[in-house]
Every structure is written in C-alpha cells, then in structure tokens.
C-alpha cells in the first residue's frame, strides 16, 4: 500500500496574507494541489493532508478525494504526522505542502527505496537554515538542525529537504519515542533517524541531482521564485515538444494545460486550468484562456475565454469574451466586442461586430449582424433563444427569449422579436419610419424669436 501525508498546517506569516499559504496560486493553480498531483503521478491513490491555521480554506481546495486531518497547535512536523496516525499504513510518503517542485520520479525512488526510512538530500550551495546529514563512512548518521548544528556541521553542503519515505510501522515507532528536545520545543520529524537507527532499522538516503526541487516557500519572494521556475519547466517542456512561444518572458501556461506540436502562443498569453490547444492553431497576443479546448487551425487573439470550447478552424477576436457554456463548432467566426455564454453555434456561423449571444442555439451559416442581442434574461428567469440554419440577422436587433427563429429566416436591421418567426419569412419588427420635413428650420426660427 502507498500513502502520502502531505503537512500543510504551517502559519506563513511572513507570507502577510490573511490565506493560509498553501493555498496561494503558481499558473492559476493553488500550491497545494500541485503537491498533490505529484504525488498522484508518481502511482500514491491515497493522499492525505494535515491542516492548521485556517485549515477551512485549505480543506475546500484539496478536494473530496483527498482526506483531511487537524493539527490544533504547530507543534512541529512529528506533531503533525501523529494528528494522522490513523492514516499511517504501507509505504508512507511525507510531502509538504508549499514545496511543489519536486518531481513524480523522485517521489517514485524514494517510494521504491526498502529502508525503513529513507531521506530525500541534496547538495545546496548555500546552505543555511537547513539541516545537516551528518554521515559516517558513508552512511547516514544524524540530521542537524541548523541552529543547532556545531561549526564544523555547519560546513556540510548536504542537507535534508524535510521529504521522506516511510514503512508505516517504523513511523509509528518513531514517533511514540520523538520528544521537544530542541530549542523551540517542537517534536521534529528529523529526529526519527537517530531513533530508528538505534532501535535497528535501516535508514537510506535519495539524493537529486538539483536543489530547486526542494525549494518551499515563506515568504512572497519565495512564492515568486517558485512561479519562476515552474512557468519555466512548463514553457522548455512545450517547446521540445515542438510548440512555438514566441516570447516565453511574456508567456504563462499552467501545469494542466496540454499544447499539441505545432501550436504557436504569441505574448502576453495566459492559458490556465485544463485548456487544450490543438496543432496549428494560434493562441495570443493578448489572449487568456481557462479551461477552454481549441481545436486545430484556429485563431484566437486580444480575447477572454473561460469555460468555452472552440472547433476547427474557428477565428475568435479581437476583444471577444467567450464565457463558460460557449461551444463554437467548426468555421465559426466570433469578432470584436462579441460576446458569447452558454450557447452553441454551429458550424460555420458568423457574428462579427457588438453582439451579445446568451443562453441560445444558432444554426449553422447564419449570419448575426453588428449590435444584436439576445435578452434572455427578464428579471428573475433565463430563457433561450434558437435560431436556425442560414439565418440572416439584420444589425441592431433584440431577440427577447424565449423565441425561436425557423430555418432561412431574415430579420429586418434595428427590430426588436418577441414572437417566433416562420422558415424563409423576412420579419420587421420596429416602429414605422417618419419623416417630418422642415421640422427643424421652425424649431430654429423659433429660437431665433426669443
């Protein structure tokens, strides 16, 4: 059985925020959930996390399928472990959840490691506040705290990245016998090497190869180098894989995101949640997509998209919103200053200029001219519009749901529908047109006057 305990029960209050660290966002995704898809990817089903301050918050990000415990006081990382005791089972897994740049492979290694405790190391230029790995012919001996490291411990350049693999029993061993013998009066995690190796039991080490995996954060600055160096991992990866970004400084793509070969993401492009971006299609400038599919050979640019799914061949923008529901299917062109929510345009459809679609069905090869709308909402319900196929709607027209408009119909410019509208009829809906002549020569006349 594989388990990982992820702790994320820590204040962060350098982080100066009212929300509780973990929850903080790289690519639109809250930290703590990259910890958690790691641990997915490295083959861990069952995930558990340890929560603190504010731990509500917290709970409401991870998701159902991840369970929860409490730690009433920040009593240190041992502490928090044994408020999931209960959890403990197999092959455990300690994560943390404001370090998430740790790779699934590593977490793999240190899973597939048969030692009752095994330690993930690295090597780190810089040292300080870290603990030591303080060894003896190679093996692991001890891990130092930094603040009570002796100068000469205080030299080693190896040092604990907090993460460890555990068998379940000697975890529980561990922990009946770890005690505040420390500076802070916390019960360290760290100390269960010193007490395993006493009692017996084997004690390994994983060591990788770069430092930045086991970066965490506390700070804003940290949490900046974190969105940094993620934005980069992602943004190498699309480009070996054959996407082009024209300016990856400019350039943001979350970690769920999935770019075919030979997309093209133009700057200051934003592309978050699980959007997909099919090959040949162009993304940007100045687009932000959320959870939003792209399909091949399509356009998009200078837009918003949330929720929404593009076809083949589609051409989105400049300064078009597609708002969650929208569904443009194949060919279909949506221009500046339109925007579309919780409606489906079949293929081939164009609304190009000023317009407003919401809650409504437009059949394929209809044209909807500049300034239409479709009212659909009275007050107190939503009601839907459906317009057939190669329908022609004039400039400037109201559609008021719920209507239905027939196939090959032709709205008059500037009418105003409330009735449904037959196949192949040319429907008026607006006052008749009146012309008063020299109206306005007495009105100035008459001003002339007074």
Not at 138 to 153: F, Q, R, Y
């Amino acid at each position: 059985m594989k388990r990982a305990l992820i702790l994320a029960g820590g204040l962060g209050k350098r982080m100066h925020s009212p929300r509780p660290k973990v929850i903080h966002e790289i690519l639109g995704k809250p930290v703590i959930k990259w910890v958690i898809d790691v641990a997915k990817k490295a083959g861990i089903d069952d995930v558990a996390v340890v929560v603190g301050h504010n731990g509500e918050a917290v709970r409401n990000v991870v998701g159902d399928d991840v369970k929860v415990y409490f730690q009433p006081k920040q009593l240190g990382t041992a502490d928090a472990v044994k408020c999931a005791l209960e959890f403990l089972d197999g092959r455990v897994v300690v994560l943390y959840g404001d370090a998430p740049l740790v790779k699934p492979s590593t977490v793999k290694k240190l899973m597939e490691s048969e030692a009752d405790m095994t330690v993930l190391t690295a090597d780190v230029k810089k040292p300080d506040g870290y603990g030591r790995i303080v060894r003896k012919d190679g093996e692991i001996l001890k891990i130092v705290e930094d603040v009570e490291a002796s100068v000469e411990e205080l030299k080693i350049h190896e040092v604990n990245s907090g993460i460890y693999a555990f068998n379940a029993d000697a975890l529980r061993y561990a922990l009946k016998h770890i005690t505040p013998n420390n500076q802070k009066g916390e019960y360290y995690l760290t100390d269960a090497v010193d007490i395993l190796l006493k009692a017996g039991k084997s004690v390994d080490a994983v060591k990788i190869e770069s430092e930045l995996e086991i970066l965490g954060m506390n700070t804003q600055e940290e949490l900046s180098l974190l969105f940094k160096i993620a934005r980069e991992r992602i943004l190498i990866s699309l480009m070996d894989s054959g996407v082009t970004v024209e300016d990856p400084t400019s350039t943001f793509i979350g970690p769920d995101v999935r770019v075919e070969p030979g997309a093209v993401l133009k700057p200051f492009t934003f592309v978050y949640g699980s959007s997909f971006i099919a090959s040949e299609s162009i993304v940007g400038p100045e687009t932000t997509l959320i959870d939003t599919t792209v399909g091949e050979k399509s356009l998009v640019y200078r837009s918003e998209c949330n929720g929404a799914k593009v076809g083949k061949r589609c051409s989105v923008g400049p300064f078009s919103r597609l708002r969650p529901g929208a569904i443009l299917d194949d060919g279909v062109k949506v221009g500046n200053y339109v925007e579309v929510k919780n409606s489906h345009l079949f293929e081939s459809v164009k609304a190009q200029h000023l317009t407003y679609l919401g809650d409504a069905t437009v059949g394929a090869e209809t044209n909807v001219g500049a300034g239409t709308i479709t009212c659909n909402y009275d007050g107190k319900k939503k009601s839907r519009t459906t317009i057939g196929r190669r329908v022609f709607i004039g400039s400037n027209s109201a559609l008021v749901a719920p209507v239905e408009i027939g196939d090959n119909a032709m709205i008059g410019a500037g009418s105003v529908i409330t009735n449904d509208v037959p196949s192949y009829a040319l429907t008026l809906g607006r006052a008749r047109q009146i012309n008063k002549e020299g109206w306005v020569l007495k009105k100035m006349e008459a001003n002339d006057e007074k």
